[in-house]
């Protein structure tokens, strides 16, 4: 059974920084980009991240872009969203999913449960 575990999330003042985590375990997934969504309250969930399978790129939504960074260490089967100059709009429950691109568009398979993010003014 495949498992997405996000963790890392909490409360945190405008400029401030979190570093997301999500622990892969049921299978591997070599080969796969691994990503980052997120869904803010009243709105649909929307992409943030991905990498590819060597970690050699990446790929950001332009809200993110210069202040989130995506890694990942295939050893431990755990991909990281090091989240810095949080704002307020980037409040959201953020999951780790296995991206899959459609043109300039994003979806997801294998979502974890998801991590909440909250940033306050």
């Known amino acids: 059974q495949v498992q997405l575990v996000e963790s890392g999330g909490g409360l945190v003042q405008a400029g401030g920084s979190l570093r997301l985590s999500c622990a892969c375990s049921?299978?591997?997934?070599?080969?796969?980009?691994m990503g980052w969504f997120r869904q803010a309250p009243g709105k649909e969930r929307e992409f943030v991240a991905a990498?590819?399978?060597?970690?050699?790129?990446?790929y950001y939504a332009d809200s993110v872009k210069g202040r989130f960074t995506i890694s990942k260490n295939n050893a431990k089967n755990t991909v990281y969203l090091q989240m810095n100059s949080l704002k307020p709009e980037d409040t959201a429950v953020y999951y780790c999913a296995v991206p899959v691109q459609y043109g300039s568009s994003w979806s997801g398979d294998y979502w974890g449960q998801g991590t909440q993010v909250t940033v306050s003014a």
């Open positions: 049921g299978r591997t997934f070599v080969g796969y980009r």
């Open positions: 990498i590819s399978w060597s970690g050699t790129t990446t």
